[in-house]
């Protein structure tokens, strides 16, 4: 009866398996399963580590394994700055005077970016550099809007060398200049006191 009753118990847990049911795990831990575990965590703790730096620590750590695992220098994965270019950079090489519908025309990143920055400027009076008056050599530039704000230009000289603003005179000059190889004309006007005014028309007198 004992054995009956035991091989009845042993078909109704067999019974009660289910496919995909894993067997039971011994009292002593596979080797293989202790191992893969051990990956398994080890492979966590390295995501964490990762995952807890920041993008150049990263990229620091990834240059420095590369380097070790399959030799080098450091020196070949630093990259040249001679052609880097800040906001300034682009904007000078593609500032405009006065623009045009013909510089308009064909526009990249570059120009766009210099047409932003001429838009923000004030076209009313120019600021001008008579340092080199006595050479018949004159710059004229836009104000922006903290001369614009504090009267530079309009209700002070517009030398940016002067703050005088007592006795100033309007003065409309056609201003010749070249820009990007091709010569231009503009018409524009400026304050200056009478000091100024005499370096302005130092040869014209």
């Known amino acids: 009866m004992v054995f ?25 831990v596979h080797r293989q399963f202790a191992t893969e575990e051990c990956d398994r965590e080890e492979a966590r703790k390295r995501r964490f580590h990762l995952i807890s730096m920041d993008a150049y620590e990263r990229h620091k750590k990834f240059v420095h394994d590369y380097i070790l695992y399959y030799g ?9 700055g001679a052609n880097d270019k800040t906001d300034l950079d682009v904007i000078r090489e593609n500032h405009r005077f006065l623009w045009n519908e013909e510089d308009e025309a064909d526009m990249n990143w570059e120009k766009r ?6 838009d923000k400027l004030y076209k009313e009076y120019c600021i001008a550099d008579l340092s080199r008056y006595k050479e018949n050599k004159f710059g004229f530039r836009w104000r922006h809007e903290k001369e614009v704000i504090s009267g530079k230009g309009q ?42 005014s005499h370096k302005l028309n130092f040869h014209h007198r």
Do not use: M
């Open 113 to 118: 970016l210099a047409k932003k920055y001429y």
């Open 72 to 80: 080098g220098k450091i020196e070949d994965f630093r990259r040249s």
């Open 155 to 196: 209700f002070s000289c517009g030398n940016k060398h002067c703050d005088e603003n007592e006795g100033l005179k309007s003065w409309e000059v056609n201003f010749g200049y070249v820009e990007h190889g091709e010569k231009r004309n503009a018409l524009v006007k400026l304050r200056l006191c009478p000091e100024c």
């Open 4 to 28: 009956i009753f035991t091989l009845r118990k042993i078909v109704e847990d067999a019974l009660l398996i289910k496919p995909f049911q894993k067997p039971k795990q011994g009292s002593v």
